[in-house]
């Protein structure tokens, strides 16, 4: 069974850091891009930041977190992370992993906005950022 967990949210004051971690289990994320998006109270989700799937070379990040958001990637640990700097209060929001399967992601990260590509998601972590 296809299975992403995500982790590492908390609580952290502005300007603070936190990196969240996507593992993935019963398949192997070698072959797969991974989408990052988050959902804020009151508001629709949306897309924070993709990598490309083999070696995660490539990324993309929504406006409101580049610069300040880091994706990489560890297939040897069939891992997935999210480094989130400068954090804001608007960043507070359940944050999600998706997985994206399909030689188009192989080397272009996924898109960020089209959420019917991605096959698998987790079910969230919570981050929060108030002083």
């Known amino acids: 069974q296809m299975q992403l967990v995500e982790s590492g949210g908390g609580s952290v004051q502005p300007g603070g850091s936190l990196r969240l971690s996507c593992i993935a289990s019963g398949f192997s994320l070698d072959h797969y891009a991974i989408g990052w998006f988050r959902r804020a109270p009151g508001k629709d989700r949306e897309g924070v930041s993709s990598?490309?799937?083999?070696?995660?070379?490539?990324?993309d990040y929504a406006n409101s977190v580049k610069g300040r958001f880091t994706a990489s990637r560890d297939n040897a640990k069939n891992t997935v992370y999210l480094q989130m700097n400068s954090l804001k209060p608007e960043d507070t929001a359940v944050y999600f992993c998706?997985?994206?399967?399909?030689?188009?992601?192989?080397?272009?990260?996924?898109?960020?906005?089209?959420?019917?590509?991605?096959?698998?998601w987790g079910q969230g972590t919570q981050v929060t950022v108030s002083s």
């Open positions: 998706a997985a994206a399967y399909g030689s188009s992601w192989y080397w272009e990260p996924p898109s960020i906005v089209d959420e019917s590509i991605y096959d698998c």
């Open positions: 990598i490309s799937a083999i070696t995660g070379g490539n990324t």
